[in-house]
């Protein structure tokens, strides 16, 4: 079956800080990759996305790229602001086996500090 | 443009209680899914629909039950709340199976 392991937290970080977190996963098709990320007293939201081996997601100073030889999918963001406190969720879609649910990590709590 | 809407925000029941989660979109989108999430497990799915008139069991579907008799909206049933159901449930939905837009959530307590 699908399932996706990441990087346990909570973390701390300073601002400006160098962020990254571990995603990797296992998958019988051909996965989507994601990440999530919610807000305190919020649903979750998309923060970007990858649909095949080698393409690199991006969006809000945030990467991360699908690494089908590694199968990892880690994210990054180069100096960390307070307004990136959040909880992030790596995620899997295999649309190759025709299955359009979506398989999430436990998840990694990001405090940064001023 | 609503996006995503669940009612309530906040609901305690008592055990053995009955209630329905709602969960409306305006977007069209065919693909809807319902989650719970629990501190330290992520997000998990309880049950999903592909169209209107098709569902089909997710991840941890007992104590639930589901109906999609239009594309906008899919209410979750608790048929006979029980305290391990305390928990946050989130509705999602999607235009192609794989771009997920989600609902802001109902906080659920079972006492």
């Known amino acids: 079956g699908n399932s996706v392991t990441q990087m346990e937290g909570p973390v701390t970080l300073s601002e400006e800080a160098f962020l990254t977190i571990n995603c990797t996963y296992t998958a019988t098709g051909y996965p989507s990759l994601f990440w999530y990320v919610q807000y305190p007293g919020e649903g979750l939201q998309l923060l970007l996305k990858?649909?095949?081996?080698?393409d690199k997601g991006s969006n809000k100073g945030f990467e991360a790229t699908y690494r089908k030889e590694t199968t990892s999918f880690h994210l990054e963001k180069g100096s960390v602001q307070v307004s990136d406190s959040a909880v992030y969720f790596c995620?899997?879609?295999?649309?190759?086996?025709?299955?359009?649910?979506?398989?999430f990590g436990a998840g990694t709590t990001v405090t940064v500090r001023a | 443009n609503a996006g995503v809407t669940q009612t309530p925000k906040f609901q305690v029941l008592k055990t053995g209680q009955s209630m329905t989660l709602q969960c409306a979109q305006d977007m069209n989108h065919e693909y809807m899914s319902w989650y719970r999430q629990d501190p330290g497990m992520g997000l998990r799915l309880i049950h999903y629909?592909?169209?209107?008139?098709?569902?089909d069991q997710g991840e941890v579907p007992n104590g639930y039950n589901v109906s999609r008799s239009t594309t906008e909206d899919f209410p979750l049933r608790l048929l006979s709340a029980a305290p391990s159901q305390t928990s946050v449930y989130f509705c999602?939905?999607?235009?192609?199976?794989?771009?997920?837009?989600f609902g802001s959530g109902t906080r659920l307590t079972v006492v």
């Open positions: 999602a939905s999607s235009r192609d199976g794989y771009g997920y837009t």
């Open positions: 990858a649909t095949k081996a080698d």
């Open positions: 995620a899997l879609s295999d649309q190759g086996s025709n299955d359009y649910k979506l398989s």
């Open positions: 629909s592909v169209g209107a008139g098709i569902t």
